[in-house]
T-cell receptor
Framework: AQSVSQHNHHVILSEAASLELGCNYS??????LFWYVQYPGQHLQLLLK??????LVKGIKGFEAEFIKSKFSFNLRKPSVQWSDTAEYFC????????????FGQGTTLQVKP | SAVISQKPSRDICQRGTSLTIQCQVD?????MFWYRQQPGQSLTLIAT?????????ESGFVIDKFPISRPNLTFSTLTVSNMSPEDSSIYLC????????????FGDGTRLSIL
């Protein structure tokens, strides 16, 4: 069965620090990969997505993620975080043959200290 | 992207009662889904709402407990039946727009508390 694992449950950073959130998935076929963000009191928003092509994808607000097929990973990065990046981040995957069923990771709470 | 409106945004209900949550989209979408986010947990897919036919439920979720309707391409409802405190969760509607390679977009969710 498909599964998604996020390595860090709670991350605390100071402003301007670099961010990398780990995400690994378990699935043998072709996948589509996503990072969603949930800011406090807001709904889930799409940060970035990977369907095919360049494995380095850029999203909103300076975030990027790299798909490494051999490692079944899709880590999220940002060179310099801001206080406004404080939020919960979810990695999610669907198989390319069943794009409806999003499997989510456990989520990572990011706290950025000003 | 599509604008998704979910009602109610929150509710407090008594044990044993039922609540229907509505999801309205401002444009026609190909797929609509219902998710549950239990306290401190990630999101879990409940079912795919199929237009004009019975919903497709994921393992662990059944129609008697979570009946779903989708009468057209812009609207769906999820009913949480015979509620117990374990049903206290955020329930979210998501949609996929009718273009290729589209991600799911989520509504604001319904925060449900059962006393």
């Amino acid at each position: 069965a498909q599964s998604v694992s996020q390595h860090n449950h709670h991350v605390i950073l100071s402003e301007a620090a670099s961010l990398e959130l780990g995400c690994n998935y378990s699935y043998g076929g072709t996948v589509n990969l996503f990072w969603y963000v949930q800011y406090p009191g807001q709904h889930l928003q799409l940060l970035l997505k990977y369907f095919s092509g360049d494995p380095l994808v850029k999203g909103i607000k300076g975030f990027e993620a790299e798909f490494i097929k051999s490692k079944f990973s899709f880590n999220l990065r940002k060179p310099s975080v801001q206080w406004s990046d404080t939020a919960e981040y979810f990695c999610a995957v669907t198989s390319s043959s069943n794009t409806g069923k999003l499997i989510f990771g456990q989520g990572t709470t990011l706290q950025v200290k000003p | 992207s599509a604008v998704i409106s979910q009602k109610p945004s929150r509710d407090i209900c008594q044990r044993g009662t039922s609540l229907t949550i509505q999801c309205q989209v401002d444009s026609q979408v190909t797929m609509m889904f219902w998710y549950r986010q239990q306290p401190g947990q990630s999101l879990t897919l409940i079912a795919t709402a199929n237009q004009g036919s019975e919903a497709t439920y994921e393992s662990g979720f059944v129609i008697d407990k979570f009946p779903i309707s989708r009468p057209n391409l812009t609207f769906s409802t999820l009913t949480v039946s015979n509620m117990s405190p374990e049903d206290s969760s955020i329930y979210l509607c998501s949609v996929v727009e009718p273009y290729s390679n589209q991600p799911q977009h989520f509504g604001d969710g319904t925060r449900l508390s059962i006393l």
